[in-house]
C-alpha cells in the first residue's frame, strides 16, 4: 500500500468464490540443512549457531514442511510448502536478521526450467499477508469487498488464479515484519531505509537461491506499493552482483519520491485520470464511452491543457481559470464552484471526501470503490479509509488460521502487520547505480529515491530484463498516470522500450483484490513470464 512519503500495511480486498483448501499430507518441523528433498528445501552446513554473537539469541534456521494439490483448468500441482526463516549477515559475517518466509514449490520440477518469483508487500515496514493470502498464491481469504467484511468464521479458498501453474512462489516478509526479526546484534537501523532495505533482500534471495540450489532457475520479482521501490532498486543490486532476473513486476507502484512533495502540479496532474476513472464508476460524468476511452480522454487533458494552465500559476487569465474550472469539473464529477475554490488543483484526500457530498459518503483511498460515513459530513477529509477498515480483520484472522492448521507452524513470537516503528523511522534517501556524476549530479549520490534510475540501468545491463507494470484504475495512492510518467522517462534505448508492458484493472491498489480484475492479471501474468523467458 502506499502514501506520499509512507505506506500503511492494511488494504483491501475483493474476493468471493467457492472452493476447498488443497488437502494436507506431511507436515514436519526441520532445521533448513535437513529439509526433505522433494520440497527443494536443502539447506547447507552454514548455519550459524545459535552463540554466534552477543545479543539478541539467534534462532536456527528451521521450517514446517507439508505437502498440497492445487487443480485448476484440468491441470493438477504437486507442491511443497515450506514456511520458515533463513538468516542474514552484515558485513562481519555475523547474523543479524531472521527472515520469514512461505514458499510453494512443484514436487518433482526441473530447477533449471522451473521459475521462482520471489514476492512483497510495501510499507516501507509492511507484512506480506496481503500479497501471501490475496494474490497469486495457492489459497485466497473470502471477503464481502466491497463491502466491509463480518467477522469470524472467516474462510480461505484454493485459488484458481495462482501462478503456481508457472512458477514456485516465494512470499518474504520485511526484517522486523510478519515474524522476520533482528538478531545477533541486529538492530531497526540495519534495516530501516531504502538502501539498507534492497540490502537486507539481496542477501535473503541469495541465502534461498543458495539453500534451496536455484541458481539456474529462471527468476521474478514481484513487488506491490513500496514494494515496487525496493524491486526496483533490488534488481538493479543484484544484477551489479551478478544475479540476472528474467522480469519483475510492479503493482501499484512509486518510483520517484522527488516529484511527490506537497504544491507541485506534478502531484495535481497525476491524479486526473484517477479523478476520471473513479467519477465514471459512480456514473458523476457525462459520457456515452467507454471507462478507458474515458481515462484517455483524461490522460490527454491532464498532460496537455490542464498541465499548461497550472504552469501559469497566478498569471493564468480568468476567462481561462474558469474555462478550465468547468473541464476539470466536466471530468473529475466535482462542482465547478468546488474546483474554482481549490484553484484547480484536487487532493485525493478531499476528492474523497467530495465526490460524494451530496450522500453524505466518502470513499476509500487504497480502493475507492468502498465507502464510508464520516461522523462529520460537513469535514474537508475523511476520517478514515474504508478500504483498510472493511478487510483488515478478515486478513489477520484467516492468515493465522491457515499458517497454523494448513502449514503447521507455530510461533511464539507476534505477527507484526507493520514493523513497531519501523515506517516512522525510516531512511528515504538512495543512492543509485553509477559512479558519482562529473560536476556533480546524481550518479551515485544520495537523494531521496528515484528508483526508476536504478530500472533503468538494470534494463541497459540486462536487455533481456522484462517489466510489467499493474495498475488499478480506483487506486488514490499510488495513481497509474504517474506510474506511466516515471516508467516512460527511463531513457531506455529505442530496442528496449518495449521490454515495458502495462496492465490495468477495474480494482484499487491491490488490484488481484477484485475477483474478476484477478483473473484479467492471471491472463496477463502467463502472457509475461511467457515473453521474459524467451531468449
Known amino acids: ?50 552463540k554466534e554473537d552477543q545479543g539478541i539469541p539467534i534462532p536456527p534456521e528451521t521450517n514446517s514442511v507439508t505437502k498440497h494439490d492445487w487443480s485448476a483448468g484440468g491441470q493438477t500441482i504437486h507442491y511443497t510448502a515450506t514456511a520458515g526463516n533463513l538468516l542474514i549477515r552484515d558485513e562481519q559475517d555475523k547474523a543479524n536478521g531472521s527472515i520469514f518466509y512461505v514458499a510453494y514449490t512443484e514436487d518433482g520440477a526441473d530447477a533449471k526450467n522451473r521459475p521462482v518469483t520471489f514476492f512483497y508487500n510495501g510499507g516501507p515496514g509492511a507484512a506480506t499477508i496481503w500479497l501471501h493470502m490475496g494474490s497469486l498464491g495457492p489459497v485466497r481469504v473470502i471477503t464481502q469487498s466491497p463491502e466491509a467484511t463480518g467477522p469470524a468464521p472467516f474462510e480461505w479458498v484454493q485459488n484458481p488464479q495462482s501462478l503456481i501453474d508457472k ?45 534451496n540450489q536455484r541458481w539456474n532457475s529462471p527468476k521474478f520479482l514481484f513487488g506491490e506499493s513500496y514494494g515496487t521501490t525496493r524491486s526496483a532498486g533490488l534488481v538493479a543490486a543484484l544484477q551489479n ?24 502540479d506534478y502531484e495535481a496532474v497525476g491524479y486526473i485520470p484517477s479523478f476520471a476513472a473513479i467519477a465514471y464508476h459512480y456514473k458523476k460524468v457525462k459520457t456515452n464511452v467507454s471507462m478507458a476511452e474515458w481515462v484517455q480522454q483524461a490522460r490527454v487533458f491532464a498532460r496537455g491543457p490542464y498541465n499548461e494552465a497550472l504552469q501559469q500559476g497566478d498569471k493564468l487569465p480568468a476567462a481561462e481559470f474558469d474555462a478550465m474550472a468547468a473541464k476539470v469539473a466536466a471530468i473529475t464529477g466535482l462542482s465547478v464552484e468546488y474546483v474554482k475554490e481549490s484553484k484547480l488543483r484536487i487532493s485525493a484526500t478531499r476528492f474523497r471526501k467530495e465526490l460524494l457530498r451530496g450522500d ?27 478500504s483498510d477498515t472493511g478487510i483488515s480483520g478478515v486478513y489477520v484472522g484467516a492468515f493465522h488460521d491457515y499458517i497454523q492448521r494448513e502449514l503447521k507452524y507455530m510461533s511464539q513470537e507476534p505477527y507484526y502487520l507493520s514493523g513497531p516503528g519501523l515506517n516512522q523511522a525510516w531512511d528515504f534517501k538512495h543512492r543509485p547505480p553509477g559512479p558519482p556524476a562529473a560536476g556533480g549530479g546524481r550518479g551515485g549520490e544520495q537523494t531521496a529515491p528515484d528508483v526508476a534510475v536504478d530500472l533503468s540501468d538494470a534494463m541497459r545491463k540486462n536487455p533481456h530484463l522484462h517489466v510489467f507494470s499493474a495498475n488499478g484504475y480506483f487506486d488514490l495512492a499510488t495513481p497509474f498516470f504517474s506510474t506511466e510518467y516515471d516508467l516512460s522517462h527511463m531513457d531506455l534505448p529505442a530496442k528496449l522500450v518495449g521490454n515495458v508492458q502495462f496492465g490495468y484493472y477495474p480494482a484499487g491498489h491491490m488490484v488481484y483484490l477484485n475477483v474478476e480484475a484477478l483473473k484479467e492479471l492471471k491472463a496477463d501474468m502467463v502472457k509475461f513470464y511467457a515473453l521474459a523467458q524467451q531468449h
Open 360 to 386: 453524505e459518503r466518502t470513499l476509500g483511498r487504497y480502493d475507492a470503490r468502498f465507502m464510508g460515513w464520516d461522523s462529520d459530513a460537513a469535514g474537508e477529509n475523511p476520517g478514515y479509509d474504508p
Open 167 to 211: 512458477s514456485d512462489l516465494v512470499f518474504i516478509d520485511a526484517p522486523l515484519c510478519g515474524f522476520s526479526r533482528a538478531v545477533g546484534k541486529g538492530t531497526a537501523k540495519d534495516f530501516a531505509g531504502t538502501d539498507q532495505d534492497i540490502h537486507a533482500f539481496e542477501k535473503f534471495i541469495v541465502r534461498y537461491l543458495t539453500v
Open 241 to 264: 552482483d551478478g544475479i540476472e532476473f528474467n522480469g519483475v513486476t510492479l503493482l501499484s507502484s512509486i518510483l520517484n519520491y522527488n516529484r511527490r512533495n506537497p504544491g507541485l
Open 1 to 50: 500500500m502506499g502514501q506520499s512519503t509512507s505506506f500503511k500495511s492494511l488494504v483491501i480486498s475483493r474476493i468471493s468464490c467457492a472452493g476447498i483448501v488443497a488437502g494436507l499430507a506431511v507436515a514436519v518441523t526441520v532445521p533448513a540443512s535437513s529439509q526433505a528433498p522433494e520440497g527443494r528445501q536443502r539447506g547447507t552446513a552454514e548455519t550459524p549457531a545459535a
